[in-house]
């Protein structure tokens, strides 16, 4: 992913938050209990891309005048898709030389550590899906 354009330099934990702001927008404080980060880990990360213009805060909330959202950029949308779109190139290519056989299999077996996985309390989406 280090190689796509736009992404060089970019850690994990910023594409992790590029990938649930690619879900909806997120408040500051339920974002980063979904990502299992502190809040000051997640101001720093959030401001290196605000910095690079991929996700914008939003101070204006009806209901609470201290929250801020988080939401993606036209630019960190388009920025996700292509990383999304390589990530899916880069499994297929892995895939290719497998049969239908193989490829229902390990569907199978990811399915039941999917399952695994949220029955040991790991949220909605499984950790290694959180990073795409």
Do not use: K, W
Not at 39 to 53: E, F, M, N
Not at 57 to 76: E, I, M
Not at 104 to 130: D, I, T, V
Request: positive net charge; glycine residues 10%; charged residues 25%.
């Amino acid at each position: 992913m280090h190689t796509a354009p736009h992404a060089a330099g970019m850690t994990l934990p910023q594409f992790r938050i590029l990938c649930r702001l690619s879900e909806r927008d997120y408040r500051a404080a339920e974002l980063a209990r979904a990502l299992e980060v502190g809040r000051p880990s997640l101001t720093v990360t959030a401001d290196a891309l605000v910095r690079r213009g991929l996700i914008e805060r939003l101070r204006d909330l009806p209901s609470d005048r201290r929250g801020v959202l988080l939401r993606l950029t036209p630019a960190g949308r388009a920025l996700y898709r292509a990383l999304e779109e390589r990530a899916v190139r880069g499994v297929s290519g892995l895939l290719s030389g497998t049969s239908p056989a193989e490829r229902s299999a390990l569907a199978f077996g990811l399915e039941a550590l999917e399952r695994g996985l949220r029955g040991a309390g790991f949220g909605s989406q499984p950790a290694a899906l959180e990073a795409r």
